[in-house]
């Protein structure tokens, strides 16, 4: 520890304290103008500064709230956000969510911009007594222990760290721009290429050249042939059916050979929730063993020679088809893609066999320049998150010159 330095529990030099309970009544929020802030409303921050929220209370609905200053730390204290650890400071007067713990500093000795940067190294994990119940007592938060310099010193490093966290800011910046700008390259190349069709190019539907099976359902309690199963979660953004990472279910009985993949099949999100996953793809390589795929998806199989499969998924994966599928899916609550939707899209391609796969060469020559792009901005932006831990240990280590 510095010269100088002490070590302080947070409850000796700030008031730790929680928010308030939610007003229920929809009418207490109508016509708001008193910010009302949440988790949901830290998650779209994260770190930093708070001046806006979701909710506005009216005068009836803040009657027996408590109004918190602005300069005071959130800090999430129950629910699935406290793992996140997210940490922000308000920039405005506001009522607060009790799910929120509230923290500000007391200013003759402590800077809460200083006490905010040392709430960002500490792991909400480390202070939870059950890990399997997200949840903190303001006691225990009050019990982190701050290395805490004189108030000029904790004001000179919090001016570093400002200047410091404003480049590395920009620089991620710079870097989550480039991401994204490779990922569209290559985006607006694939559309490109099935958009500007050759006078040798014909089109037909998706169910005059393939035949369509959904997959298998299955309970915890089945009981029958083990198998692999390719599910959502596998999908992510892959091109090919990860076999390495499937996870075995148990079936009722035993497998049809008509539900088994085979190489060449494709996989397509047939059902969920979340309407972006609906119509993502997956591509089977040579299949080894027995592997179906559940009832949230539906396979395409090509019942032609003529199309190249890789050529297949490549064109079901550009945005355009994508919106087509999802736009034609059905339901309220979960958005369900149907085989009607599938059988009516329009495939266009070359009909020579060597010029579909001549475009896919080149996609994938394409797809794996962009891949070592963006390969490099990610290790960009993971050494400029480390660079900015590196910096607050120096800051509470007294290292910070």
């Known amino acids: 520890m510095k010269q100088g330095w002490g070590i302080k529990r947070l409850c000796e030099v700030a008031l730790v304290s929680s928010g308030n309970s939610a007003p229920q009544k929809k009418e207490l929020f109508e016509n ?33 709230l408590k109004l918190y200053k602005k300069g005071t730390i959130l800090f999430p204290k129950s629910g699935a956000s406290t793992f996140l650890n997210h940490r922000v400071m308000m920039e405005i007067d506001s009522y607060v969510s009790s799910h929120l713990a509230t923290i500000k500093a007391d200013n003759s000795i402590a800077d809460d911009r200083f006490i905010l940067y ?21 006691s225990d938060i009050g019990l982190i222990e701050i290395p805490l310099p004189p108030l000029p010193e904790q004001q000179r490093i919090v001016a570093i760290l400002d200047e410091s966290f404003a480049a590395i800011a920009k620089a991620k910046s710079n870097a989550e721009q480039n991401l994204k700008n ?30 369509f099976r959904n997959g298998m359902n299955f309970t915890k309690s089945s009981k ?11 999908f992510q953004n892959s091109f090919w059916v990860p076999f390495e990472t499937l996870e075995t279910a148990i079936l009722d009985g035993k497998l049809n050979d008509v539900d088994l993949l085979n190489e060449g099949d494709i996989l397509a999100v047939r059902s969920n929730g979340n309407p972006q996953l609906i ?52 339901g309220v609550g979960i958005k369900s893609l149907n085989q009607g939707s599938l059988s009516a899209l329009t495939i266009p391609f070359p009909k020579s066999l060597n010029e579909q796969q001549a475009i896919v ?8 320049q962009t891949k070592q792009l963006e390969a490099i901005y990610q290790q960009k932006l993971t050494a400029l998150d480390e660079l900015k831990k590196s910096i607050l240990n120096q800051a509470f280590s007294g290292q910070l010159s």
């Not at 779209?44 to 979701?54: D, E, S």
């Open 224 to 234: 029958g042939e083990k198998i692999k199963i390719v599910g959502v979660k596998n």
């Open 279 to 330: 119509g993502r793809t997956l591509l089977a390589s040579e299949v080894t063993g027995k592997v179906s795929h559940s009832g949230f998806t539906i396979r395409i199989r090509l019942n032609t020679k003529n199309i190249d499969p890789i050529y297949l998924c490549n064109f079901l994966k550009i945005t355009k088809t994508r919106k087509i599928l999802i736009d034609g899916g059905n």
């Open 118 to 138: 040392f709430l960002t190294t500490i792991d909400a994990r480390d202070l939870m007594q059950d890990i399997a119940y997200p949840s903190l007592k303001i």
């Open 32 to 64: 708001g103008i008193y910010p009302f802030i949440r988790t949901s409303d830290i998650g779209q921050i994260k770190k930093g500064f708070i001046r806006t929220c979701a909710d506005y209370l009216n005068k009836d609905g803040i009657k027996g």
């Open 361 to 368: 060469q080149k996609l994938d020559a394409l797809s794996a």
């Open 182 to 211: 490779a990922k569209e390259l290559f985006e607006s190349y694939l559309q490109n290429v099935f958009e500007n069709k050759g006078d040798s190019w014909e089109e037909k539907t998706l169910g005059e050249i393939a035949a």
